[in-house]
């Protein structure tokens, strides 16, 4: 697949139909950052009107998962990955626009490495954080992937 976010977004259509109907769009992919915007609207909110957390853990994850299968790829090997743990604080309501962004530098590159190397499963925590349009951080995420070569 390019990574793009046109074709991001329409993956999401296809495999990931809650994460486009709840209004979740990749909107920037570079080699090591990736940005992923969602505005709070009615389909998308909780009780206390704003962001939904769920909804907010959709886009963080988003954000990291995409780096990780554009590395993958970059890699030309078959290798899975899966999250197995992750961690969110909530810091002010989300309302408005809300922009997750995650920039591993190399962790992602080397956790491959390791695994190509080694052929042991590897596991490493990416975080991506949000913030509304007055650049206040509404809540961070961090997930810990495991990666590991599919025989």
Known sequence: MNFTPSKLNAYTFF?????WWCGVRVTQIQEKHCEVKVKHRWINQNPFKSLFWAVQGMAAELTTGVLLMK??????????????NNKANFSKKA?????FSCSPDDKISKAIQQLLETNEPQTLWLSSKGVDENQVVVSTFEF?????TKN
């Open 15 to 19: 495999k990931l139909p809650s994460v």
């Open 95 to 99: 309302r408005g626009q809300i922009t």
């Open 144 to 148: 810990e992937w495991t990666i590991l």
């Open 71 to 84: 590395e993958i790829q970059s890699s030309n090997q078959k290798i899975s990955m899966l999250v197995i």
